[in-house]
């Protein structure tokens, strides 16, 4: 069961539930009582945070700082990390009469992050449109998107985010995606390009997660099918020199950004449910995975500024920012309802009709439901990876590049808002 797979302490629809025997996680049968009284203890707590969440919002005195708008849905990640004044990042505050406060990071789009000689490499700048240009007034508005223009939107995939939104692609918009569905599947190797239907998800038979699957991508002209209405990697560098090098088709890049110490977590959790046959790795703790070698380094900057192994400096960052500045839509998994209607008016499929949000609404709260369950189970094994504590402090060592970056985008995010139509979701 995923209970068992995720040696989680938790009733499993059958019955069963993890319990420490030996030293180690063994799955025990609970009797019909025993489960009845669990439900019971859990509905009760969930109530009791519910009355008490409610209280600090009405109580005299009170600060209402986790107050959400019904149209926005703020605080919806379960690890829920503000350490963005670390980084010149004052985070979105209420005042008492329930007033949303924007955060600000004092950045313009017409400021650019790079000066002398540092540059953002040529071919990017040629080969991915610019997302905003100078409006009549002196201002900046959105690049106005055509499809028939031979631009292709393209998602950089980022690890322990990019699937979730690939999945809202590829259900709820109904795009037909170039992305890594064929990854180890025989149709990904086939000598001509087409669309298969994968339980009612379409995809171009292309393995876009690897390079040598770019390059066969890039042999049968994927570019020029126009059998794909997204593009979907992690390697856009890459892409950029093979798929999009010809002045007929360019890029219009996306993402949306995850909390770094979050997705090293997440990182973890996928790391023990894929080596359940190895006890060794199975059993690595946090604090352990953070010090070794399967545990990524300042991931964001590399792939943005193309530096695989060697080491990433300072300008890099600076660098990567300007790349952001200039050549994403920024979005936000803990604001991931306003990100990806931002994402889908931007590219013209927004369609505000109830089975589009209900498909949208079901997919982000089974995401939500496993981000709770991950968030659980490290804290069940380490106590605490709150900020301040020593699992957030060997993470951030291991991501301090990559933290400058990401509150740089959420800053982005906040500056790209004010050019779209308020929320509709």
């Given at each position: 069961?995923?209970?068992k797979?995720?040696?989680?302490?938790?009733i499993?629809?059958?019955?069963?539930?993890?319990?420490?025997?030996?030293?180690?996680?063994?799955?025990?049968?609970?009797?019909?009582?025993?489960?009845?009284?669990?439900?019971?203890?859990?509905?009760?707590?969930?109530?009791?945070?519910?009355?008490?969440?409610?209280?600090?919002c009405?109580l005299?005195?009170?600060?209402?700082?986790?107050?959400?708008?019904?149209?926005?849905?703020?605080?919806?990640?379960?690890?829920?990390?503000?350490?963005?004044?670390?980084?010149?990042?004052n985070?979105?505050?209420f005042?008492?009469?329930?007033?949303?406060?924007?955060?600000?990071?004092?950045?313009?789009h017409?400021?650019?992050?790079?000066?002398?000689?540092?540059?953002i490499p040529?071919?990017?700048?040629?080969?991915f449109?610019?997302t905003?240009?100078?409006s009549?007034?002196?201002?900046?508005?959105?690049?106005?998107?055509?499809?028939?223009?031979?631009?292709?939107?393209?998602?950089?995939?980022?690890p322990?985010?990019?699937?979730?939104i690939?999945?809202?692609?590829v259900?709820?918009?109904?795009?037909?995606l170039?992305?890594?569905?064929?990854?180890?599947d025989?149709r990904?190797?086939?000598?001509?390009?087409r669309?298969?239907?994968i339980?009612d998800?379409?995809?171009v038979?292309?393995?876009?997660?690897?390079?040598?699957?770019?390059?066969?991508?890039?042999?049968?002209?994927?570019?020029?099918?126009?059998l794909?209405?997204?593009?979907?990697?992690?390697?856009?560098?890459?892409?950029?020199?093979?798929?999009l090098?010809?002045?007929?088709?360019?890029?219009?890049?996306?993402?949306?950004?995850?909390h770094?110490i979050?997705?090293?977590i997440?990182?973890h959790?996928?790391?023990?449910?894929?080596?359940?046959?190895?006890?060794?790795?199975?059993?690595?703790?946090?604090?352990?995975?953070?010090?070794?070698?399967?545990?990524?380094?300042?991931?964001?900057?590399r792939?943005?500024?193309?530096?695989?192994?060697?080491r990433?400096?300072?300008e890099?960052?600076?660098?990567?920012?300007?790349?952001?500045?200039?050549k994403?839509?920024?979005?936000?998994?803990?604001?991931?309802e306003?990100?990806m209607?931002?994402?889908e008016?931007?590219?013209g499929w927004?369609?505000n009709?109830?089975?589009?949000?209900?498909?949208?609404q079901?997919l982000?709260?089974?995401?939500?439901?496993?981000?709770?369950e991950?968030y659980?189970?490290?804290?069940?094994?380490?106590?605490?990876?709150?900020?301040?504590?020593?699992?957030?402090?060997?993470?951030?060592k291991?991501?301090?590049?990559?933290?400058e970056?990401?509150?740089y985008a959420?800053?982005?995010?906040?500056?790209?808002?004010k050019?779209?139509?308020s929320?509709?979701?």
């Open positions: 069961s995923k209970i797979e995720k040696k989680k302490m938790a499993d629809p059958d019955g069963a539930t993890m319990q420490a025997k030996g030293g180690e996680r063994v799955l025990m049968k609970v009797s019909a009582f025993r489960q009845s009284l669990s439900k019971k203890r859990a509905a009760s707590g969930a109530l009791l945070i519910c009355v008490i969440g409610m209280a600090a009405v005299p005195g009170s600060t209402p700082t986790r107050y959400i708008p019904d149209q926005m849905k703020k605080t919806s990640s379960a690890f829920d990390y503000h350490d963005g004044a670390n980084y010149g990042y985070e979105t505050t005042d008492d009469g329930n007033s949303e406060q924007s955060g600000k990071y004092n950045l313009q017409d400021e650019p992050m790079i000066s002398g000689g540092i540059t040529p071919y990017i700048d040629a080969t449109v610019d905003f240009q100078p009549d007034d002196g201002g900046f508005e959105l690049t106005p998107f055509l499809a028939t223009s031979g631009e292709y939107p393209f998602f950089w995939r980022v322990n985010v990019g699937s979730r690939e999945n809202m692609l259900s709820c918009v109904k795009a037909v170039a992305t890594s569905a064929f990854r180890d025989e990904g190797a086939e000598n001509a390009l669309v298969y239907n339980e998800r379409a995809y038979n292309v393995d876009l997660s690897q390079t040598f699957g770019i390059e066969r991508a890039s042999d049968l002209n994927l570019a020029d099918s126009g794909a209405d997204v593009f979907v990697s992690p390697h856009f560098n890459y892409v950029a020199h093979k798929l090098s010809s002045p007929q088709h360019k890029g219009r890049m996306f993402t949306v950004f995850r770094p979050e997705r090293a997440v990182s959790s996928d790391f023990i449910k894929k080596h359940q046959a190895d006890s060794r790795l199975a059993q690595m703790s946090l604090a352990e995975f953070a010090q070794s070698d399967y545990s990524s380094k300042d991931w964001l900057t792939f943005l500024v193309n530096k695989r192994r060697e990433v400096t300072w890099d960052v600076q660098k990567a920012k300007e790349i952001l500045r200039k994403f839509l920024i979005g936000l998994y803990d604001r991931v306003e990100s209607e931002r994402i008016r931007y590219f927004f369609r009709g109830p089975l589009e949000r209900e498909c949208h079901n982000i709260a089974a995401e939500r439901a496993h981000d709770t991950d659980m189970y490290e804290v069940g094994q380490e106590g605490s990876i709150d900020i301040g504590s020593e699992v957030y402090g060997l993470m951030l291991n991501n301090e590049k990559d933290m970056v990401y509150w959420v800053g982005l995010f906040e500056e790209q808002g050019l779209f139509p929320l509709s979701w």
